[in-house]
T-cell receptor, first 114, second 111 residues
Framework: ETGVTQTPRHLVMGMTNKKSLKCEQH?????MYWYKQSAKKPLELMFV???????ENNSVPSRFSPECPNSSHLFLHLHTLQPEDSALYLC?????????????FGSGTQLSVL | RKEVEQDPGPFNVPEGATVAFNCTYS??????FFWYRQDCRKEPKLLMS???SGNEDGRFTAQLNRASQYISLLIRDSKLSDSATYLC????????????FGGGTRVLVKP
């Protein structure tokens, strides 16, 4: 499936590095999301964008900075991360946020912070 | 208490057997419920929505018990390909339709 595409699939970075995760959806959706999935923990919602506007920031540290230039693209800029930030970062999209809509997930970026 | 709680398992199931597991939720204002399936190192995918009257999709049956605040998933005639982690998802309309995920129940179907 290529509905929601995430790059890179894997990323290893040092604590002083700056990197960006990219997500693109080809489904014509208006809402995009970033989730974090740590080992043995439930998926945690990080950010929600609806029609390019950020509608939710779930108390995420400022070292994570999202960007949504249009409804099809979503970025997560990373800087000065900590080892505990190592996790699977999943992008998702849905028709519209705040409705009872099915989420379509990308394959995720497995991030390791050294 | 966690908002959405699941037995992490694993549930070891012989091929062809039936397996069932529950998910409890703490917020009585929860209005919509879903089961997602996540294969190892893959993204979650919607398996089925859970309706008040219960619903069935092939070998999968989902039930909702509002009084006791839990949903269940039953898999009949288990296939090897059913091995996965099953995520319970609850939508709380009062919280802006925020989807809350459980930690997942791992199911291993063995020959």
């Amino acid at each position: 499936e290529t509905g929601v595409t995430q790059t890179p699939r894997h990323l290893v970075m040092g604590m002083t590095n700056k990197k960006s995760l990219k997500c693109e959806q080809h489904l014509g959706h208006n809402a995009m999301y970033w989730y974090k999935q740590s080992a043995k923990k439930p998926l945690e919602l990080m950010f929600v964008y609806n029609f390019k506007e950020q509608t939710e920031n779930n108390s995420v540290p400022s070292r994570f900075s999202p960007e949504c230039p249009n409804s099809s693209h979503l970025f997560l800029h990373l800087h000065t991360l900590q080892p505990e930030d190592s996790a699977l970062y999943l992008c998702a999209s849905s028709h519209t946020a705040g409705t009872n809509e099915k989420l379509f997930f990308g394959s995720g970026t497995q991030l390791s912070v050294l | 208490r966690k908002e959405v709680e699941q037995d992490p398992g694993p549930f070891n199931v012989p091929e062809g057997a039936t397996v069932a597991f529950n998910c409890t939720y703490s917020n009585s204002a929860s209005q919509s419920f879903f089961w997602y399936r996540q294969d190892c190192r893959k993204e979650p995918k919607l398996l089925m929505s859970v309706y008040s009257s219960g619903n069935e999709d092939g070998r999968f049956t989902a039930q909702l018990n509002r009084a006791s605040q839990y949903i269940s998933l039953l898999i009949r005639d288990s296939k090897l390909s059913d091995s996965a982690t099953y995520l319970c998802v609850v939508n709380i309309k009062a919280a802006g339709n925020k989807l809350t995920f459980g930690g997942g129940t791992r199911v291993l179907v063995k020959p």
